[in-house]
Each structure stands twice: as structure tokens, then as C-alpha cells.
């Protein structure tokens, strides 16, 4: 039953971090009410990059979920976004499979609670505001990819 209590405890303090990121809250609340992602624009508190949901799978694996930041995913459209810090610069540039979104892009959210419309966060936010370094980001989807002990030792 503790953990249970934890988890919903876990969702509930990245649910209130992902409402800090908008300055519209109460407007997210009742978008998320009705079933409606909330447009959340970035640049201030992150930074997202796009990529294909299979290979973003496999590169979350690779990094590690000690080490990830949130991501979202929309299983209906094969997307991913990956989190990222406000403060990217070119780290990830020539990283094919990512295309970053310029500070402004508005990235449609469902809660962190629950799943809208196919689109749900794979690597919930904790409440902590970790987000994925986008060197390991680069590395797990740069060529031949970052390897795990897994996959070297198979």
C-alpha cells in the first residue's frame, strides 16, 4: 500500500512541476479535464527534441532511467520529445534523428497523471525538474548509437 502512495505521491509532485512550466496552469487543468493536451511553450523551462518512438525507446534504454529526463510520446503519430535544458545550445545539431524545436515551440501535454489521445509521458517528470543531458542524448542516438553492458555483452 506504501508504495502506491509513493507512486501516486511520485506523479502527482511531476504533475505540479509540469504545471510551473506553463504560465497558464488553470487553463492546463481544465484542457486536462476535457481530455485535451495543453499546449506548453518551450524555451523557459526546457527545451524539446523530436525523434522517431522506436528509436527513442532504444535510446532510453541506452542512457539509463538513472539518468533520464522526462519524454513524451504520441504512439498514434511515432513521436517522441525529449526534455531538454533550457540552456541547449548546438550539442545536438548533427544528430540526425533529432530535430530540436526552436524556444517558443509549443509542445502539446497531456497530465503527467494519465494518457491523452495516445500521447503520455513514457519518462514521467519527477518533481525534481531533471531533464536529459543532451550530450547522453547525442551519444545514445548518435551513429551506432551509445551501447548498454547488455548489448556488448550479447
Same mark, same amino acid.
Not at 1 to 7: E, V
Not at 40 to 54: K, Q, S
Not at 66 to 72: A, F, S, Y
Given at each position: 500500500?506504501?508504495?502506491?502512495?509513493?507512486?501516486?505521491?511520485?506523479?502527482?509532485?511531476?504533475?505540479? /512541476?509540469?504545471?510551473?512550466?506553463?504560465?497558464?496552469?488553470?487553463?492546463?487543468?481544465?484542457? /486536462?479535464?476535457?481530455?485535451?493536451?495543453?499546449?506548453?511553450?518551450? $524555451? =523557459?523551462?526546457?527545451?524539446?527534441?523530436?525523434?522517431?518512438?522506436?528509436?527513442? !525507446?532504444?535510446?532510453?534504454?541506452?542512457?539509463?532511467?538513472?539518468?533520464?529526463?522526462? !519524454?513524451?510520446?504520441? !504512439? #498514434?503519430?511515432?513521436?517522441?520529445? /525529449?526534455?531538454?535544458?533550457?540552456?541547449?545550445?548546438? #550539442?545536438?545539431?548533427?544528430?540526425?534523428?533529432?530535430?530540436?524545436?526552436? *524556444?517558443? /515551440?509549443?509542445?502539446?501535454?497531456?497530465?503527467?497523471?494519465?494518457?491523452? $489521445?495516445?500521447?503520455?509521458?513514457?519518462?514521467?517528470?519527477?518533481? =525534481?525538474?531533471?531533464?536529459?543531458?543532451?550530450?547522453?542524448?547525442?551519444?545514445?542516438?548518435?551513429? $551506432?548509437?551509445?551501447?548498454? #553492458? *547488455? #548489448?556488448?555483452? *550479447?
Amino acid at each position: 500500500m506504501a508504495t502506491t502512495a509513493t507512486t501516486r505521491s511520485l506523479r502527482q509532485a511531476g504533475q505540479d /512541476w509540469l504545471l510551473s512550466c506553463t504560465p497558464h496552469p488553470t487553463a492546463a487543468r481544465r484542457a /486536462w479535464d476535457q481530455d485535451e493536451l495543453f499546449p506548453i511553450p518551450t $524555451g =523557459t523551462h526546457w527545451r524539446a527534441a523530436e525523434a522517431r518512438l522506436l528509436p527513442s !525507446v532504444h535510446a532510453m534504454k541506452r542512457i539509463g532511467s538513472e539518468r533520464l529526463g522526462p !519524454v513524451l510520446v504520441d !504512439v #498514434e503519430a511515432d513521436r517522441a520529445w /525529449w526534455l531538454l535544458p533550457p540552456t541547449l545550445g548546438d #550539442e545536438l545539431d548533427d544528430v540526425r534523428p533529432l530535430l530540436v524545436r526552436p *524556444a517558443g /515551440w509549443a509542445l502539446g501535454c497531456p497530465p503527467v497523471l494519465y494518457s491523452v $489521445g495516445g500521447r503520455g509521458w513514457l519518462e514521467r517528470p519527477d518533481g =525534481t525538474g531533471r531533464l536529459t543531458d543532451p550530450l547522453l542524448l547525442g551519444a545514445a542516438f548518435g551513429p $551506432g548509437g551509445a551501447r548498454t #553492458e *547488455a #548489448e556488448t555483452s *550479447a
